[in-house]
């Protein structure tokens, strides 16, 4: 019965591919000249980012007064980004970690991009607590090193300065790991490549990297390794976000629930966001041959679990707030639903747990086109979340008299698209110059030249 | 000194499965299997020693902890103790969280820097394969001709019988 099941299944890349092949198709569009929908989409990000610099380098000459924060709202659009991006940055280390360990091989044509598109989120994420700063220049003050102010060390019971080590260490982590996934790929680049810099560049990086067994089963042991510390380091980077608001003692923020709430929303916001950017790449680099409807639609489960979690939670904190009899608890979720801001609370709820339950049904998942919007539309919903948590939550505190209501500046709004841009422009560069797809990785988990049934958890 | 190298150039991860474990039982000393992707399985067929780096890795990771738990320690209750919001100065589960993360940043940092350490990988290093291919789709058999016994055309017949596509002999200069 086993083997006829795995005899009927179908192969995770599409084509009968040789190894061969697979080099030739995910190398020849980056030795091609770029097409020009490529310059077009690179010309509409570089122009965002061009936006976000320009933005920036007036809120640091002016001053914080540029954004509508004021005391009542001391975090709002600023935090919500940093927040929103850091989220979208847990996809990568998710497929690339946890689904490794899970020994899910279907990972091999997503990891690359969606490794990548991590660490780019998390440059964007970077830069909004240091702006916030309003002293960007002293962000370097937040590493505890022996300083002239009598050594004044940090507070390391602050959750502001967790977050610090957690971002910086998830950065670096994820660095690596993605670093040494390309390894592998960066020396099969140089030793196809007829451009001579391209050559150049790639036997810089690639190390001398020649397919030694020795070094492939070191290099595998290494892999296994950073997976292991990438998949509890992902879950305490978010259950650190989270408790930057849990530990304050403001209702609407002060929940346990809020770690494991946070993770699940951002492992659902990250594959919300690899679905978006995979249906483009895809299209762009004409790969539907390695990510197959099938990838998308094992990404679509994801998005339903993290949605079913996620609208959990949404419930979770209304139940809580009720039962615990607070009244300034009760108010707040009243507020949330009901109160002015009632339509970011609505637009949350509808894109993050009423448009994915679409995905439960199968002709659904298996459109490139309806996932494509759904995938849109959740980024939509899990920035409103943010948004909701952080100024809905400050707006109206314990005393009337504090409360206070929050618009955002076109300076703020520009902010934002400038990360926008940032992320795309890195993104479309990557698609360019790096193998979108991890080609060793891929190679293992062809049919060719194999009899052994391997297929068996994927 | 230099030692005369037997290379066997093989199509399919199969065929080189079968050629290298039926290297070895013919007594034949494998001296490296170059491939475009790490084979499974392969690492027991060429009988490789399991790699001793997790526990350099597991080291580091400790080390890394225990040094972040003494320094928050020092820095929060020794050198300059501060009252924050009437904290115990020493106050150990508010230090986990950071060393938490630096024992993850010690162990990540500490794989990669020992994986290029162990396996000779720095920048520009000139890399040197057996032939060309194996970064593509080649999987290539190294075998060393280490005594009288080694009969070139008897292994040349066995790695014919595993679909070897090419056979050929390299004198590998001393390092």
Known sequence: ?458 | MSRRLFVGVFESEDDTLAAVSASRRSGFKVVDVYAPYAVHGLEEAMGLAPSRLPWIVFLLGLAGAAFKVWFEFWTTAVDWPLNVGGKPFNSLPAFVPVTFEVMVLCAAVGAVISLFFVCRLFPSKKAVAPVAGVTDNRFAVVLEESDSTFVTSEVQRMFERFHAVHVEEQIEEAR
């Open chain 1, 1 to 458: 019965m086993a083997e006829a099941a795995l005899a009927l299944r179908p192969p995770l890349i599409e084509g009968e591919k040789t190894p061969a092949q697979v080099t030739q198709d995910v190398c020849a569009p980056m030795e091609a000249r770029p097409s020009a929908l490529w310059w077009a989409a690179l010309l509409v990000s570089a122009s965002l980012l061009l936006l976000g610099v320009v933005s920036i380098t007036y809120e640091i000459a002016t001053g914080i007064g540029t954004w509508g924060e004021n005391r009542t709202i001391g975090w709002a659009f600023d935090i919500t980004n940093f927040v929103f991006w850091i989220g979208i940055g847990h996809a990568g280390t998710l497929i690339s970690a946890i689904l490794f360990l899970f020994r899910q091989r279907w990972r091999t044509s997503v990891n690359r991009a969606a490794e990548a598109m991590t660490i780019f989120a998390v440059m964007c994420a970077g830069i909004f607590p240091v702006i916030h700063t309003g002293r960007p220049w002293f962000a370097y003050w937040m590493f505890p090193y022996p300083n002239s102010r009598g050594s004044l060390w940090v507070n390391f019971r602050s959750p502001l300065i967790w977050d610090f080590f957690a971002i910086a260490t998830y950065f670096t982590v994820s660095a690596m790991f993605w670093y040494i996934g390309l390894l592998p790929d960066l020396a099969t680049i140089r030793d196809r490549t007829k451009s001579a810099w391209r050559r150049r560049v790639a036997s810089f990086f690639s190390l001398g990297w020649n397919g030694s067994y020795r070094a492939w089963q070191r290099y595998e042991v290494v892999y296994l390794m950073l997976a292991g510390l990438g998949t509890p380091l992902v879950i305490s980077v978010h259950t650190i976000v989270s408790w930057d608001f849990a530990t304050a003692v403001l209702p609407g923020w002060h929940a346990t629930i809020f770690p494991p709430y946070f993770v699940a929303g951002a492992i659902f916001s990250g594959m919300a966001m690899v679905l978006t950017l995979m249906i483009i790449a895809r299209r762009l680099m004409h790969l539907e041959e390695y990510i197959t409807l099938r990838h998308i639609d094992r990404m679509c489960k994801l998005v339903i679990a993290t949605s079913g979690i996620v609208g959990l939670s949404y419930a979770t904190e209304f139940f809580t707030a009720l039962y615990s009899g607070n009244r300034y608890e009760q108010f707040v979720f009243f507020n949330r639903a009901l109160g002015p801001m009632y339509w970011a609370y609505w637009t949350m709820v509808s894109c993050n747990v009423l448009i994915p339950l679409l995905l439960w049904v199968k002709r659904v998942r298996t459109s490139v086109a309806a996932v494509f919007v759904i995938s849109i539309l959740i980024n939509v919903g899990m920035w409103f979340e943010r948004f909701v948590i952080i100024v809905t939550s400050l707006s109206r505190d314990f005393i009337p008299a504090n409360w206070f209501h929050y618009a955002p500046t076109g300076v703020e709004v520009a902010t934002l698209l400038g990360s926008f841009g940032l992320f795309f422009t890195l993104f479309l560069l990557f698609c360019r110059f790096v193998p979108v797809i991890a080609v060793a990785e891929v190679k293992g988990v062809l049919k060719h030249g194999r009899s052994r049934p391997e297929f068996n958890h994927e």
